[in-house]
């Protein structure tokens, strides 16, 4: 019975083949299905196109971060590399598919302390037209799969 049980657990985990790039299944996790082709992430790419910090003193640039996120300025968003070990993050990904024409932004929060998980905070659809700007300030190589 329990030696069922523990190969019953081993498949399903071989099943959930994640990714070995953390940041990869981190991703995976915040977002499973594509809002695009209603398919699983996996098999997408994805990049970090901007980050910034979490902090009173740098509030400012948080609420502009997720107004450009907001208002497709994808361009804006290349001025935002900020990044401290000792603070909570907000990241913006793009999500891509090589099967299909647009993809995804998704904004989140990505805490320092391990025990607390990212969150997403906004999600927006995006044309290739929109992918294409991203990809003029992203480089070839930061795309990663899922
Ligand atoms: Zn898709």
Redesign the pocket.
């Known amino acids: 019975m329990l030696k069922r049980l523990r190969q019953k657990l081993r498949n399903n985990l071989a099943a959930l083949e994640m990714p070995a790039n953390p940041t990869a299944a981190k991703v995976r996790t915040l977002i499973p299905k ?1 809002f ?2 209603e ?1 699983d ?1 996996a098999g ?1 790419r994805f990049a970090t196109i901007a980050s910034t910090v979490l902090s009173k003193v740098n509030e400012t640039r948080v609420r502009a971060i997720y107004q450009h996120v907001e208002e497709h300025d994808w361009t804006a968003l290349r001025d935002f590399t900020d990044f401290d070990g000792e603070l909570d993050a907000v990241l913006v990904y793009a999500v891509r ?1 090589s ?2 024409p647009g ?1 995804m932004v998704l904004l989140i929060s990505d805490p320092h302390e391990l025990y607390a998980g990212p969150e997403a905070i906004r999600m927006e659809l995006i044309t290739d037209a929109e992918l294409d700007i991203i990809a003029s300030f992203v480089k070839d190589t930061d795309w990663q799969e899922m």
């Open positions: 594509c695009v082709c398919r992430t997408h598919c099967n299909h993809g």
